[in-house]
């Protein structure tokens, strides 16, 4: 496939998906049979995870979207990311974040620290996808689907600048 300028081949399958996505939430179902946790999902790249998940939760739940945007910060000069369109009160919530992919672990780090700060009983994260980058990042993913390797991923909701979000499996940048 081609997507732009860039050739990607099939990396993760439909159905390698659809079981990932079946075990993931049974685990949930389980771990949370007796709570009724409020669902984050991160847009836009985890809309599909988020959509097929939700639909084998079983138990009582919330369900809510919030973007991330990242800007410069003149005086830190650094780029600052900041959680748009949460209008839940999440005050001694059980959340749990949907994420497509963790790849340095920044973005998801920052959304962490500012939940808890909002007095969350407690956020777990669940993501699709993980890279080797985040090992040092602090936190302990407790849903994970794959860990895969330092390449390039898009389909299934993730993008290559904007586009293949629409597609029913993964692909992986070709060499
Ligand atoms: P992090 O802050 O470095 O963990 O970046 C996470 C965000 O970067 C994800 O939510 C994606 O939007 C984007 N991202 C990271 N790796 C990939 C990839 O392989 N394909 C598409 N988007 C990616
Ligand atoms: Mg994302």
């Given at each position: 496939m081609v997507v732009k300028d860039k050739a990607f081949k099939?990396?993760?399958?439909?159905?390698?998906?659809?079981?990932?996505?079946?075990?993931?939430?049974?685990k949930i179902n389980a771990?949370?049979?007796?709570?009724?946790?409020?669902?984050?999902?991160?847009?836009?790249?985890?809309?599909?995870?988020?959509?097929?998940?939700?639909?084998?939760?079983?138990?009582?739940c919330e369900i809510s979207f919030v973007k991330v945007a990242s800007y410069e910060d003149m005086e830190s000069s650094g780029n600052v990311k900041q959680l748009i369109g949460l209008n839940e009160n999440i005050f001694n919530k059980d959340v749990i974040i949907i994420e497509d992919i963790i790849d340095t672990g920044r973005t998801i780090s920052k959304i962490l620290e500012e939940f808890k700060s909002l007095g969350a009983s407690?956020?777990?994260?669940?993501?699709?996808?993980?890279?080797?980058?985040?090992?040092?990042?602090?936190?302990?993913?407790?849903?994970?689907?794959?860990?895969?390797?330092?390449?390039?991923?898009?389909?299934?909701?993730?993008?290559?600048?904007?586009?293949?979000?629409?597609?029913?499996?993964?692909?992986?940048?070709?060499?």
């Open positions: 099939k990396f993760i399958l439909k159905e390698e998906i659809e079981k990932k996505v079946k075990s993931l939430a049974r771990d949370y049979k007796d709570k009724r946790p409020l669902f984050i999902a991160i847009l836009n790249g985890s809309f599909m995870f988020a959509a097929d998940i939700l639909k084998e939760v079983k138990i009582d407690s956020v777990e994260v669940i993501t699709l996808l993980k890279k080797p980058k985040s090992k040092n990042v602090e936190a302990n993913f407790k849903y994970i689907g794959f860990e895969i390797p330092d390449k390039f991923v898009v389909g299934y909701g993730l993008d290559y600048d904007g586009l293949a979000r629409n597609t029913k499996d993964i692909y992986q940048l070709k060499d």
